[in-house]
């Protein structure tokens, strides 16, 4: 048993998680924490949170954090975040493409700045980082890369087509890079969750009936808590899944069955 949970260990690698302050990317940021991995939480406009993130993961599993602002949808900011995680592990092993927003209005009353608010912020911000980080994980010679999708992107959301076409979006570019980097030792996946109680669902679920309606549309009775997706995001980190590239991991309750 030993050898197979040191399978499961980051000790000595550093992770970049991006949109990492709250929701998902907190639940993503602690469990790599958990496992032995120092953490970059980076962020956009919240820095006491981000900043209360990464106090905490020092403290309860006392392992490095920092906290960087950055736009990730920003090509020079991205780059920042990367020269400053660099310049405070020396390295980065793992990036997790998490910052997002998800925003949408129907067709006739979409705008031009609405659409590109999301894909800017879903789909540039994941090319970016992905971008920023490619060369560091090359030198080294290994490296993760997991992109948070959605459920969005594998069937379509009426009314938010923006934010599916950039989740749709992320899945194309994660295939793609799976392939171009295989080679240099990066395995690139994606998971795609379904509903997950968050701060950026809250609004949504504050109606009952709509609330309801949700979960009765999952076979497995209930809406996904952040660990549901930072759980699977830590198995794809890890040596267990050192044969794993190209995949998009469901996370859903069974909502949305695609292989």
Request: aromatic share 6%; charged share 25%.
């Amino acid at each position: 048993m030993g050898r197979v949970w040191e399978g499961l260990s980051l000790a000595g690698q550093v992770a970049v998680v991006t949109g990492g302050s709250r929701g998902i990317g907190r639940a993503v940021a602690e469990r790599l924490a958990e496992a032995g991995a120092r953490i970059v939480v980076n962020y956009k406009s919240d820095e006491r949170a981000a900043s209360e993130v990464a106090s905490a993961i020092t403290e309860r599993y006392q392992v490095g954090a920092l906290a960087v602002r950055a736009d990730t949808s920003d090509v020079r900011q991205a780059g920042h975040l990367f020269e400053e995680a660099v310049g405070k592990f020396g390295r980065v092993d793992i990036l997790i493409c998490n910052a997002g927003i998800w925003e949408g209005a129907a067709i006739e009353e979409l705008g031009e700045e609405l659409w590109e608010r999301v894909i800017d912020t879903n789909l540039k911000g994941t090319w970016a980082v992905c971008r920023a980080a490619v060369p560091v994980l090359k030198r080294q010679g290994r490296g993760k890369i997991v992109i948070v999708s959605s459920t969005a992107g594998q069937r379509g959301e009426a009314n938010f087509s923006n934010y599916a076409a950039s989740k749709g979006g992320q899945i194309a570019f994660c295939k793609s890079l799976a392939v171009e980097l295989a080679r240099h030792g990066i395995n690139v996946n994606a998971v795609a969750p379904g509903w997950v109680e968050t701060e950026m669902t809250a609004k949504a679920f504050t109606d009952e009936h709509f609330r309801r309606s949700v979960e009765e549309s999952i076979p497995l009775g209930r809406i996904a808590a952040p660990d549901d997706v930072a759980l699977p995001v830590l198995f794809l980190c890890s040596e267990w899944a050192r044969h794993i590239t190209g995949e998009v991991l469901n996370i859903n309750g069974g909502s949305v069955l695609c292989g």
